[in-house]
Each structure stands twice: as structure tokens, then as C-alpha cells.
Nanobody
Framework: QVQLVESGGGLVQPGGSLTLSCAAS????????MGWFRQAPGKQRELVAT???????TYAESVKGRFTISRDNARNTVYLRMNSLKPEDTAVYYC????????????WGQGTQVTVSS
């Protein structure tokens, strides 16, 4: 079982930056693919970025060039650095984890709210 705890959300002005963190329990963190998702009010949850155990990253088109996902296996933590934030980035951001080779996301955090507004 893996527990995920997100932090770092808050209120930021358009054009500003935030860094989200997701701390994971367990000794197998380095073997998991990690992902950040978001869900805006009235919308479906969408995949924002992923990072494999080997460090390969993917991004949604809407955040490419603005967001950066990274991981620190020594700290069992994955990060999402968000720059040039826009009002449409407002959402609850969730961290997810899945074992390498699986397609379904197995574990989820409780989410952290990000609000981009002036």
C-alpha cells in the first residue's frame, strides 16, 4: 500500500508560480511511475504530467513549457513546478502512482487546491 500526501497549493496571481509536492510512503517509491492530475469544477480529471522510474517525463499540451515534473527518490517525493500560471490552471491537483508496466493508476492523494486569480 502506498500513501500519497500533496502539499503546496494556494492562491496565486496570473503569471505567478507554485511548486506542488507529493510525499509517498513505502520503500518502493523509486520503482513507481508518478503523475500529477487536476480536476476543475464541473470537469473531468485530466492528466497533467508523468514521470517514470527512469525519469522520462510527459506533459499535457496545455502545460508544456510552463510546468515541470521531477522526483527525488531519496525523499520519496515528486514535485510539480508550475510557472506562468493562468486562471484556467485553477483546479484541485492530485498526485497518482502506478507500478511500472501497469496502465491503471493505483494510488491517489487527497488533492491540493490551486487557484489562479487576481
Amino acid at each position: 500500500q502506498v500513501q500519497l500526501v500533496e502539499s503546496g497549493g494556494g492562491l496565486v496571481q496570473p503569471g505567478g508560480s507554485l511548486t506542488l509536492s507529493c510525499a509517498a510512503s513505502g520503500s518502493l517509491f523509486s520503482t513507481y511511475t508518478m503523475g500529477w492530475f487536476r480536476q476543475a469544477p464541473g470537469k473531468q480529471r485530466e492528466l497533467v504530467a508523468t514521470i517514470t522510474s527512469g525519469g522520462t517525463t510527459t506533459y499535457a499540451e496545455s502545460v508544456k513549457g510552463r510546468f515541470t515534473i521531477s522526483r527525488d527518490n531519496a525523499r520519496n517525493t515528486v514535485y510539480l513546478r508550475m510557472n506562468s500560471l493562468k486562471p484556467e490552471d485553477t483546479a484541485v491537483y492530485y498526485c497518482g502512482a502506478r507500478r511500472t508496466g501497469l496502465h491503471s493508476w493505483e494510488y491517489w492523494g487527497q488533492g491540493t487546491q490551486v487557484t489562479v486569480s487576481s
